[in-house]
Every structure is written in C-alpha cells, then in structure tokens.
C-alpha cells in the first residue's frame, strides 16, 4: 500500500509571498488532515476533511491559509502572504476512519522555511 | 486548553535501559491513545496503540500502560537501543468526533551506546 505523498518536500520562500503545498492521502482513506508542527512542538492541526467536506478548520488562520480537498482526494494548503512566525514543517495525515479503524498515517511532511 | 500534556521533555538513557515517557489528558471521551515515533525529516509513523478497555499492551520492546483513572498513560521502551533515539509523541483521539486527534508536545529519546 503506498504511504501518503507530499510535495514540494522544502520550500524557502520570502515574507509576504505565496506558497502551495500538495497532499494525496492512501487511497480509501476519507479523512484528510492537515498539521502544522513547529521545531520541538507536537503537530498542530490546521483542517481537517471528512471526504470532501471541512470538519474542523477552528485553528486555521484563515486571514492567510486556505485548503480544499477536491472530489475529496487529494489536497492543496495555500498560504498567502507567508509570515516568518509561519516556518514550519506542514504535514499530511490521512484516515480509514471507519468504525474502530483510527490509524493516521502520516506523510514526510513540507518544511517551509520563511526569510 | 492543552488536551495532552506529555513529560519529559527529553530524555537520555543508557543502551540496554528502560525508556518511561509520560502521558495525561483530560477529556474521558477520548477512546483510542496512539504513540507515534519520528525520526528527524521524516512524518510521525505509528508506534503502538491502545484503547480504554485495556490497562497494557505489549509490542515487542514496546509497551503501553493505561490507567484510565488517573487518565494517564505511558510508553516504554524495554532494553533500548540506540535506533530508538527519536522524537516520541502521544496522542488522544475520539472516534465520534470524526477522529480528531490531539498530541503531546513530544519527548526526545537520546539513547547512548
């Protein structure tokens, strides 16, 4: 079974500009979620999906982030304009989520660096 | 409000020692308690993991105790080795509550041959 992939693996990018990243989640898998996880921190979710819908955005800094999950696949984060304090790695989990089925599995993750 | 506070902070232990990191949440709904290892560059992979139902769970090396009174549990890591030298994170998840999932802060595992 492949694991979930992600893309870019890095990206630096200067302040006020935008950035994009690219998640696809283990096939079958209908949760989707998005962390954010800062050096020496626990990840931090930012959205999570249930199919195609956001079951939980309430830490998402909506001013300047944004995701969706198309025909409830893969996925898109968007940051714009990027902040410094925003230097992060962003990972990609994903779910069976059915019945006792809990396991997230995550992918390698994008580190974003912000000058 | 942190859901899951996770101590210590960093830990070292001798090779062939006894690994003990700790856990505590707050919400009793929570119904599935994972532990999670990553390696540096690389995403969190699952570990071992437990429910409510039971007070230990023994993979290998590896061995969750759960005491669901004191809402706490805990991970250790039997005759360690220096491969185990990682980032370990738990986590507390509520499967009616489309599985969200809430970690700790993390422990960083040195193990010295």
């Known amino acids: 079974e492949a694991g979930v992939a992600q893309s870019p693996r890095y990206k630096i990018i200067e302040k006020r500009q935008s950035v994009a990243f690219w998640c696809n989640p283990i096939?079958?898998?209908?949760?989707l979620y998005w962390y954010q996880q800062i050096l020496g921190q626990g990840p931090k979710l930012l959205i999570q999906f249930q199919n195609n819908g956001v079951v939980d955005d309430s830490q998402l800094p909506k001013d300047r982030f944004s995701a969706e999950r198309l025909k409830g696949v893969d996925s898109t984060l968007k940051i714009q304009p990027a902040k410094l304090e925003d230097s992060a790695v962003y990972l990609c989990?994903?779910?069976?989520?059915?019945?006792?089925?809990?396991?997230?599995?995550f992918g390698p993750g994008t580190r974003l660096t912000v000058l | 409000q942190q859901q899951v506070k996770q101590s210590p902070q960093s830990l070292i232990v001798q090779k062939g020692g006894i690994s003990i990191i700790n856990c505590a949440y707050e919400n009793t709904a929570f119904d599935y308690f994972p532990w999670y290892q990553q390696f540096p560059g690389k995403g969190p992979a699952l570990l071992i993991a437990?429910?409510?139902?039971?007070s230990e769970k023994k993979e290998g090396r590896f061995t969750i105790s759960f005491n669901k009174s004191a809402k706490q549990f805990s991970l250790h890591i039997m005759d360690s080795q220096p491969g185990d030298s990682a980032t370990y994170f738990c986590?507390?998840?509520?499967?009616?509550?489309?599985?969200?999932?809430?970690f700790g802060s993390g422990t960083k595992l040195n193990v010295k041959p």
């Open positions: 096939s079958g898998h209908a949760t």
């Open positions: 989990a994903s779910s069976r989520n059915s019945g006792t089925d809990n396991e997230q599995f």
């Open positions: 986590a507390a998840s509520m499967g009616n509550n489309f599985n969200k999932f809430y």
């Open positions: 437990i429910r409510p139902d039971v």
